[in-house]
């Protein structure tokens, strides 16, 4: 495969995950949310590995495992802080084994982040939280070139604002 082929196919694998994303947020319960952006992380996973990406493709490995183990936990009220306290270990430590240098913290601190404010179940601070977290993705994603990837966490990023603006909103009425 040629390398123009190889950066091809990733790109349009990012695209298509950021086109399953978009359909992620149409959903309505946590379980079927979880399972599309399960299908959308394979997808940004094969993308970064077309791209030569390793921390990001290793790292939305553990990304899947934490969308699975999430889509099992019941919804007690608990937090679910043991379980994302591990894989956001396990974020760090597959983080650190694919190290490409410095931007690598990026995506390691920003998905181990994202792991944690996850478990909280507490929808705006995850959408506060995704204006950190996708903004240290984007960077990753531009300096990878990962044109769907960049889309992306945009997309995020605006998503969560509008989000934090419109429920705030909604809270100042009630």
């Given at each position: 495969?040629?390398?123009?082929?190889?950066?091809?196919?990733?790109?349009?694998?990012?695209?298509?995950?950021?086109?399953?994303?978009?359909?992620?947020?149409?959903?309505?319960?946590?379980?079927?949310?979880?399972?599309?952006?399960?299908?959308?992380?394979?997808?940004?996973?094969?993308?970064?590995?077309?791209?030569?990406?390793?921390?990001?493709?290793?790292?939305n490995i553990v990304c899947i495992i934490r969308n699975i183990v999430f889509y099992f936990q019941k919804d007690t009220g608990k937090v679910h802080t043991i379980s994302a306290l591990v894989l956001?270990?396990?974020?760090?430590?597959?983080?650190?084994?694919?190290?490409?240098?410095?931007?690598?913290?990026?995506?390691?601190?920003?998905?181990?982040?994202?792991?944690?404010?996850?478990?909280?179940?507490?929808?705006?601070?995850?959408?506060?939280?995704?204006?950190?977290?996708?903004?240290?993705?984007?960077?990753?994603?531009?300096?990878?070139?990962?044109?769907?990837?960049?889309?992306?966490?945009?997309?995020?990023?605006?998503?969560?604002?509008?989000?934090?603006?419109?429920?705030?909103?909604?809270?100042?009425?009630?």
């Amino acid at each position: 495969m040629t390398p123009q082929t190889q950066q091809l196919i990733g790109q349009a694998l990012g695209i298509l995950a950021t086109v399953i994303t978009v359909i992620s947020y149409q959903m309505n319960t946590k379980r079927s949310l979880l399972l599309v952006q399960t299908a959308a992380t394979a997808c940004t996973c094969l993308a970064y590995l077309f791209l030569d990406a390793a921390s990001g493709f290793t790292l939305n490995i553990v990304c899947i495992i934490r969308n699975i183990v999430f889509y099992f936990q019941k919804d007690t009220g608990k937090v679910h802080t043991i379980s994302a306290l591990v894989l956001a270990a396990a974020m760090v430590t597959v983080g650190a084994l694919s190290w490409q240098g410095p931007i690598s913290l990026l995506i390691i601190a920003a998905l181990a982040a994202n792991t944690i404010f996850m478990s909280f179940g507490n929808p705006q601070l995850l959408r506060q939280s995704v204006l950190g977290t996708s903004s240290m993705i984007l960077l990753y994603n531009i300096f990878v070139f990962s044109i769907g990837g960049i889309a992306n966490e945009g997309l995020s990023i605006i998503s969560s604002a509008v989000g934090i603006v419109r429920f705030r909103k909604e809270n100042a009425k009630n």
